[in-house]
């Protein structure tokens, strides 16, 4: 077996500069089961983090599903197989109407690159809004709706950003703060409005707005009931296309619901689906109503080899058929109720912590240096998170300023899974030094 | 297990419209083994046409890495795992220097639509060549690299196209024919140029040409010694990348090399991969220079979910260890030879037999209404296709005038194959009318 060195020395030769580990000390994986992985000297760690082995680290019914259906036939969708139609039929029934068709890919990259598509097919206008502190993806089309991506594929660009929403510091969200009397709801409708109307203004039109109905990687804000409410409206009020992008909230995760829309109580346009599909199977996919889809279809001409296989059918549908049977989305908010409360009860004793919040399976806390200023404590963060590491527990950092932990175990995550994260990060706080 | 017919509408109910099935009586397939597919009524079928199964349906050291890896682990590249650097490394020893280092996707898409991101990375331009018959993928960006999408995403678009070469019928092949005095290889660079100097002249700069070298979609045509080499110099001399697509091509299916641009004696800037890699596990790549991986790894930020997983590495790492132990694309070549000169013989018989060609498992006939006038054939080669499905050999057809037959089985098939293939479509082309 290769030492960590020779394998980093290996990746630089091999794939080049600036392919980007976790960790100062990254962690050679060899093995995983449920909510625990191994490392390569046999030390065993608490995944809190990953969340495409969805069902858990190599699942039993997903690897069998797998091995059953790649043993017999793997093909492409230009052949009928009842893989397809009977996981589509599976899918679809977890979406409200009109989301009752969809196109199998195998990426979530691949599915918000088909959804910007419908997007135009509906429209005939390509401008599209996405918050300034997200990611959709990795295609070139898909890269620009990333603010934060360093290049970009020549020309003006035809996406504007808002400020992602920020519930725990309304006041920094945006220059100024929250407008007087103004919702936080509200607030962000407005700078949606008014993107909305610079790109009615431009050569590209207002085609619509994409949008993770959680806010991942935005921090998962807490968000009042109906937030999206307006911004929907403004964005159907102007003809556009509302896309969801499921990729993180979706499947269940935030345990109330089993899609983020759901939660948040919009029905959108287009949904967009990817890393927890297949439980780590390469597998996306892209819902959406037979109005748009038909648009889409005699718009553009689309074929997906891989997408759809029968090989790829089986894992997602094996990935439903478990979360049913194991009732995994009910355990999502039960242990999440449970391992939020424990991180409240750590705040208790750790200044740092000066926020927690989120749902089910997707769950932090934000930390900063004070909570009077809320001052964030980004470096800090990402120290944790390196320390829980070192103590044998994955977990990470995100949000607008990298200062909240991101806290998203598979669903086989148990209340003593979320003791042991909690006993670790109350001897990591008690550590780790809070300064800058 | 459903009809047909419910099969049918359950597509039409849950995907769509327009998704597309292979012949006028679909076939549900749902057994694959070696060169062999069954239907769900029990008949066997030779598989003459489907090239992702590369080293045959469900082989069993493939199934094997794949189950085994996923019961182990499946995680991702920001951890270190031997997966990835193992097959890299093996993957990249098939090349010439300088192409040594990787970028592993799920999709042969998703690596071209990378190599148009490596192009800009090396040349600030974005200006791209392609053939006006060809077909590089699903992304938006990709898809515009394909004149018969119907619809693109906004703008004028920064491909131009050049006349994809025939070498069947040179004096078809441009307005006018084949200019006096140059060869077929000349007057296929003399159109690269001008369409180098369009773009240069244009917003959008000269940024390469991306070419299978094979001309797969185009119908392979039988192509000179050096036919590429002017071609590649003007690409290089006006400081643009030459990207070379092998998701056709490429895995040793031509026989004669392992890469379809070895065969035509170029080194490419940038070598993308699909379809065969992983035997029908989601799998691509983007092969490359060190130095052009790092400008690119510098211009952008990439990372894949799913690219390069420790399963997706184990099935394309068992499909390269396969084809050595099994000598297959030895096999191949050999095979080849045999099919295409039971070819030519069928053409002694079968006047619509206008020209054979093709190398290793890429082969096939050229129908014409008339041998003096080459009349493409269109209707009655689809016709052709139609019937030999019914006989139970799936082939298909493409080419510029859609008049080729394309048969391209997977590296399993031998003279006993091609012999069943052979014969019934001697009995196909007597019964079937040669007419328009």
Partial sequence: MKTNQQLIDDRARLLGPNVSTFYDNPIHMIKGEGVWVWDAQGRKYLDCYNNVPHVGHCHAKVVEAICQQASTLNTHTRYLHEGIVRYVDKLTATF?????????????????????????????QRGIIATDHTYHGNTTMVAKLSNSNKSDFGGESHVRFVPAPDSYRPAYWLDGGLPEGMTHAQAFAEQVKLKIKELQASEHGFAGMIICPFFANEGFPTLEAGFLDETVAAVKAAGGIVIADEVQPGFGRIGTHMWGHQRVGIVPDVVTLGKPMGNGHPVGGVVTSMALMTQFREAFRYFNTFGGNPVSCAAAEAVLDVMAAEGLMEQAMEVGDYARAGLQALADKHVCIGDVRGSG?????????????????????????????????????????????????????????ADVMLQTLDKVLSKVVLQP
Same sequence: chains 1, 2.
């Fill in 96 to 124: 409200a109407e009109p989301l009752s068709t969809a196109i199998m890919t195998c990426t979530g990259s691949e599915a918000n690159d088909i959804a910007l598509r419908m997007a135009e097919a509906a429209t005939g």
């Fill in 361 to 417: 399976m997707f769950f932090g806390a934000e930390m900063v240096l004070d909570r009077n200023t809320k001052e964030p404590a980004t470096a800090f963060t990402k120290r944790v998170a390196n320390a829980m590491r070192e103590e044998g527990v994955i977990l990470n950092f995100l949000g607008i300023n990298y200062n909240a932990l991101k806290i998203r175990p598979n669903l086989q995550f148990q209340k003593q899974h």
